[in-house]
């Protein structure tokens, strides 16, 4: 076994000790009989350690997600008329280009609720080729890493604000 994955087994399993397994407490003699006779192999042993260094992940994870602020968002919505600074490809326009409030509205009330029906009854503009493309991904949730939901970016800036755009938009295709 090469030097870097003892020392990453090591860190996980100190990980665990410290953080995982003590932190069960009381409720570990109780769980201690749900797993008898289950590490009585290596094999099993090996499962039943990387289930408890699964679940000290998740519950690590647990903490920290709620010790998370809310996102935040800008102003866009409520200061900009017409929602003109939001997002409303594919809504029902008019004839000026304007999305029409009540297409924009059904929109909002269906990422607010997340099911598929409330994404359906979004009235798309007429002759759309095309439906929103898999409006429901969202929801989806990840067994391995960072839940997406559980990040957190710098409001983008305001339409109306005199702040410059990031400088990351200055250098792309610079390298």
Not at 42 to 56: F, I
Not at 154 to 160: H, N
Request: aromatic share 6%.
């Amino acid at each position: 076994m090469r030097e870097v994955d003892q020392v990453r087994r090591g860190m996980l399993k100190a990980g665990v000790a410290v953080g995982g397994i003590g932190a069960v407490g009381a409720g570990s003699s109780a769980r201690a009989s749900e797993f008898a006779g289950v590490a009585s192999t290596a094999a099993g042993q090996r499962a039943l350690d990387v289930y408890l260094m699964r679940e000290a992940a998740a519950r690590n994870h647990l903490l920290e997600a709620f010790s998370q602020p809310p996102q935040l968002g800008n102003t866009d919505e409520a200061s900009v008329l017409n929602y003109a600074a939001s997002y409303t490809k594919g809504l029902q326009h008019n004839s000026i280009g304007e999305v029409d409030p009540v297409a924009y509205r059904t929109y909002l009330a269906a990422v607010r609720t997340g099911t598929m029906a409330a994404f359906e009854a979004i009235p798309l503009a007429s002759g759309a080729q095309v439906k929103l493309a898999n409006p429901m991904a969202a929801y989806c949730m990840e067994l391995h890493g960072t839940d997406s939901a559980a990040t957190r970016i710098r409001p983008a800036p305001e339409f109306l604000s005199r702040r410059p755009p990031p400088r990351w938009s200055k250098s792309i295709g610079r390298r």
